[in-house]
């Protein structure tokens, strides 16, 4: 008989994610942050019609060691993966530019 026992089936058990209360602490602080300085943020940005993770771009950046690492290195191209980005003409600048603001 299902229920008759042991406390709460799998499907009644519900965990909060980590990584989804990081990334929303780290949207509401970087929404804070721009409209401090009056800049709009687009959280719908799109390379190729693939969007933008801004809490991943920033975990894999930040992993490489920050902004001026991964420009001095030129390592925007290898960025594209996460992403499932194909490298394309502009696209490593459009994500360099995403980053950016």
């Known amino acids: ?6 406390g709460p089936s ?3 058990r519900r965990t909060k ?3 989804d ?10 929404t804070t942050f721009h409209q401090s300085r009056g800049i ?6 799109k ?7 801004l809490y991943l771009l920033y975990q894999v950046v930040t992993s490489r060691g920050g ?3 991964v ?3 030129d390592e925007w191209d290898d960025l594209l993966k996460y992403f499932r980005i194909p490298k394309a003409t502009n696209s490593s600048v459009v994500i360099k530019r995403i980053y950016h603001k």
């Open 1 to 6: 008989m299902r229920g008759s026992g042991s």
């Open 10 to 12: 799998v499907g009644d």
């Open 17 to 19: 994610d980590p990584l």
């Open 21 to 30: 209360s990081a990334r929303g602490a780290f949207l509401r602080d970087l």
């Open 40 to 45: 709009t943020v687009d959280e719908n940005l």
């Open 47 to 53: 390379i190729n019609g693939k969007e933008i993770d």
């Open 67 to 69: 902004w001026e690492k």
């Open 71 to 73: 420009n001095v290195k």
